[in-house]
């Protein structure tokens, strides 16, 4: 029952930032950890970073000190702000959870966002 819109994806030069958000609707109780992924042309989808219920964050290295996670205090929202882009950010990023219903996981994806990075 849970689905995720992600939003703020667009143009930004290199060296600039961007914020992207995404929206958990449904049945958002049952969400357990949050996260990004990117899959930028002719490469596979790769993982960005993702945050538990408790704060607890882990980065791709290729964003480490860039990029932060972070989620709202309702745990219906995850954003990643995104600093000091470079061309290679460019990619569709996907929002990722994991919803947890009693022992059974299961995880949702949200439609992607574009965001293109130019030098």
């Known amino acids: 029952q849970v689905q995720l819109v992600e939003s703020g994806g667009g143009l930004a030069q290199a060296g600039g930032s961007l914020r992207l958000s995404c929206a958990a609707s449904g049945s958002i109780n049952s969400i357990d950890a949050m996260g990004w992924y990117r899959q930028a042309p002719g490469k596979q989808r790769e993982f960005i970073a993702r945050i538990t219920t408790v704060g607890r964050t882990t980065y791709a290295d290729s964003v480490k000190g860039r990029f932060t996670i972070s989620r709202d205090s309702a745990k219906n929202t995850v954003s990643l702000q995104m600093n000091s882009l470079k061309p290679e950010d460019t990619a569709v990023y996907f929002c990722?959870?994991?919803?947890?219903?009693?022992?059974?996981?299961?995880?949702?994806w949200g439609q992607g966002t574009l965001v293109t990075v130019s030098s």
């Open positions: 990722n959870t994991v919803v947890v219903n009693g022992t059974v996981y299961s995880a949702v």
